[in-house]
């Protein structure tokens, strides 16, 4: 396809263009999360926390909402920190819920704005009846405790989860999610999205790179089955696999590296930061040991150029 040469194309030049320097070893993280949905820091506070922790680069993947990147943007010209303006949505593939990042969507691209104010509208019919099943269960949150939660942000699981800690029905996020609001629990419910077709067609035409957010979060591990999922999306226009992640194995993050080396595509990375909900995943190192080099993110930007 047309499409795959021009990533092929991309990373030759790349590696015309000579050895990495030790520049292109600057740590950065591409998959952070604000208050525009549902991280606790602002988009400024996040941008604060990557200069402190000198760290180059800091995409903002808000779910469903491109609303944090202008302030990010903003924040990051001011500190020295550069902002890689994204999204992620969540797209039903087969019997899978992928999810998408968009890097660099072009500022009020319609096409895009009407998908995401789709995504949200699921999520607004999907909140009542995650609450009406709370309430079943003898764990009632009321709209006000969720609205409580958040004034800025897309409201979603998390912001359930932090009223359910609050209301000392769980021990914690994570607790929350195990028992009530994971995939399979007691109060889980679906929420429409779109096609991964759809999903990763919007993000082309609002000319933003579309990548698969962590493989390893939809439980694969080898390079077959990954394979597998990641073909056809690659036919409808996927530019990269997210390869480094918090929850990411050594072994995850190279077979992403060998499953995007088949099909000419990049490879990203990113913590999936999102603040005090998530306590021990940290900005830019995850779990402690991820990084992801700056020479990642040129890649990125020259596909962006032929999109
Ligand atoms: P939502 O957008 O409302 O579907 O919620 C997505 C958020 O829930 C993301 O921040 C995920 O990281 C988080 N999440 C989803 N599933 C789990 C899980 N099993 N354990 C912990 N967090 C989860
Ligand atoms: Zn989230
Ligand atoms: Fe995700
Ligand atoms: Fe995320």
């Not at 302030?71 to 019997?95: D, Q, S, W, Y």
């Not at 995943?281 to 990084?291: A, D, E, Q, S, V």
Request: aromatic share 4%; hydrophobic share 40%; with cysteine.
């Amino acid at each position: 396809m047309a499409r795959e040469s021009l990533y092929r194309e991309d990373r030759r030049s790349f590696t015309l263009s000579g050895v990495p320097g030790a520049d292109d070893e600057r740590p950065i993280d591409l998959h952070v999360h604000t208050t525009a949905s549902d991280g606790t820091l602002s988009p400024s506070e996040c941008v604060d926390m990557a200069a402190h922790n000198a760290i180059a680069a800091i995409g903002i993947t808000d779910h469903d909402t491109v609303d944090g990147n202008a302030e990010a943007l903003a924040r990051g010209a001011e500190v020295g920190v550069e902002v890689v303006p994204a999204v992620e949505i969540a797209a039903a593939h087969e019997h899978w819920t992928l999810h998408i990042l968009g890097y660099y969507p072009e500022p009020g691209d319609t096409g895009l704005a009407d998908l995401l104010a789709c995504l949200r509208s699921g999520r607004d019919e999907r909140n009542p009846q995650i609450l009406a099943r709370l309430a079943e269960l003898d764990r009632p949150i009321s709209d006000e405790d969720l609205a409580a939660e958040s004034d800025t942000g897309v409201l979603g699981r998390s912001h359930i989860a932090a009223a359910m800690v609050r209301r000392g029905y769980v021990r914690n996020h994570q607790d929350a999610f195990d028992r009530y609001l994971g995939r399979g629990a007691a109060a889980y419910v679906e929420r429409g999205k779109p096609t991964a077709a759809d999903g990763i067609a919007a993000l082309l035409a609002a000319k933003a790179v579309p990548v698969l957010a962590h493989p390893g979060m939809l439980g694969i591990y080898d390079a077959k089955s990954l394979d597998a999922v990641v073909a056809p999306l690659v036919e409808m226009g996927l530019g990269g696999i997210e390869a480094y992640y918090h929850a990411h194995t050594p072994s995850q993050t190279a077979m992403c590296q060998r499953v995007a080396d088949k099909h000419g595509i990049l490879i990203t990375g990113g913590s999936d930061f999102h603040g005090a909900g998530k306590p021990d995943i940290k900005m830019g190192t995850g779990r402690g040991r991820m990084h992801v080099p700056y020479r990642l993110l040129t890649r990125l930007k020259q596909a962006r150029q032929r999109v």
